[in-house]
């Protein structure tokens, strides 16, 4: 699945992930790959992405909002 996470200022990542785990309004959720279409709200918290070859990145947000269709996720978020 393909993922970007992106501020107002600069792209944060980019690239193909194996799950991502967010912060959401109502509590953190994850997203795999053939994952139903969404759109949420995020919280103040941390991001965990886990790319395909294994690495697993953290990113501190304030906020903002994810969109899932067709194995393609696109977080925008207000950086720490």
């Known amino acids: 699945m393909y993922l ?3 501020t ?3 792209l ?4 193909d992930i194996a799950i991502i785990k ?3 309004t109502l509590g ?7 994952h139903a279409a969404l759109i949420s709200t995020l919280e ?13 990145s953290y ?4 906020g903002g909002l994810v969109e899932v269709s067709n194995n393609e996720v696109k977080v925008l978020v ?3």
Not at 12 to 15: A, R, S, T
Not at 46 to 55: A, F, P, R, S, Y
Not at 59 to 62: D, L, M, V, Y
């Open 4 to 6: 970007e996470i992106i």
């Open 8 to 10: 107002t200022e600069r």
């Open 12 to 15: 944060l990542f980019e690239g």
């Open 22 to 24: 967010l912060p959401g």
């Open 28 to 34: 953190s959720f994850e997203i795999m790959n053939n």
């Open 44 to 56: 103040h918290g941390k991001i965990k992405v886990k790319e395909t070859n294994g690495i697993i």
């Open 59 to 62: 990113f501190e947000i304030k």
């Open 78 to 80: 207000e950086s720490e």
